[in-house]
T-cell receptor
Framework: GQQVMQIPQYQHVQEGEDFTTYCNSS?????IQWYKQRPGGHPVFLIQ???SGEVKKQKRLTFQFGEAKKNSSLHITATQTTDVGTYFC??????????WGAGTKLIIKP | DTEVTQTPKHLVMGMTNKKSLKCEQH?????MYWYKQKAKKPPELMFV???????INESVPSRFSPECPNSSLLNLHLHALQPEDSALYLC?????????????FGSGTRLTVV
């Protein structure tokens, strides 16, 4: 069945270092969505990418959608403590159903 | 108003209890969802209501019973739960997933079954 793989599971960084998480789908996606979940919180929608090769920026966050629309990445430049949390990618299975990646947990080393 | 409101925030219940989780949104979204999330895992879809009708039931045990009284409200009735049902229960709403706005999640109900 349709799967969305996300790596790495965890990433430990020093504050100020960069962070990247990668998502790979077994099928071509019509779009891909990214969510952030803070510790103890709920998922919050960040962005949706639709076009092949699309790149979108939100301040220090850069989102990319691959040319084949099967992979995506989220890159955070110069991480801050407010970036801590788990980042999920998700692709639509139907008009109302998402297939979620396993998530990448961003941990800032003390 | 761009929120999904869930009550209660925390719930402890015994295996013989009956309880209900409530969810409300006033964004005019026509799809509402119940998700279950275990620690360190992504959300797991339970039910989808589209235009107030149950459109997806992901083989959820009958001890979980959803209800959509109107387009703004979604309930999840719980009965005879097991300790392994302890989890964060998330309500979400959306327009069509092609709309570009994704899901809006509530803050969740943290359920403990004892």
């Amino acid at each position: 069945g349709q799967q969305v793989m996300q790596i790495p599971q965890y990433q430990h960084v020093q504050e100020g270092e960069d962070f990247t998480t990668y998502c790979n789908s077994s099928t071509t996606l019509s779009n891909i969505q990214w969510y952030k979940q803070r510790p103890g919180g709920h998922p919050v929608f960040l962005i949706q990418l639709v076009k092949s090769g699309e790149v979108k920026k939100q301040k220090r966050l850069t989102f990319q959608f691959g040319e084949a629309k099967k992979n995506s990445s989220l890159h955070i430049t110069a991480t801050q403590t407010t970036d801590v949390g788990t980042y999920f990618c998700a692709g639509p299975k139907s008009n109302y159903q998402l297939i979620w990646g396993a998530g990448t947990k961003l941990i800032i080393k003390p | 108003d761009t929120e999904v409101t869930q009550t209660p925030k925390h719930l402890v219940m015994g295996m013989t209890n009956k309880k209900s989780l409530k969810c409300e949104q006033h964004m005019g979204h026509r799809a509402m969802y119940w998700y279950k999330q275990k620690a360190k895992k992504p959300p797991e879809l339970m039910f989808v209501y589209s235009y107030e009708k149950l459109s997806i039931n992901e083989s959820v045990p009958s001890r979980f019973s959803p209800e959509c009284p109107n387009s703004s409200l979604l309930n999840l009735h719980l009965h005879a739960l097991q300790p392994e049902d302890s989890a964060l229960y998330l309500c979400a709403s959306s327009q069509d997933l092609q709309s570009g706005r994704g899901y809006t999640f509530g803050s969740g109900t943290r359920l403990t079954v004892v």
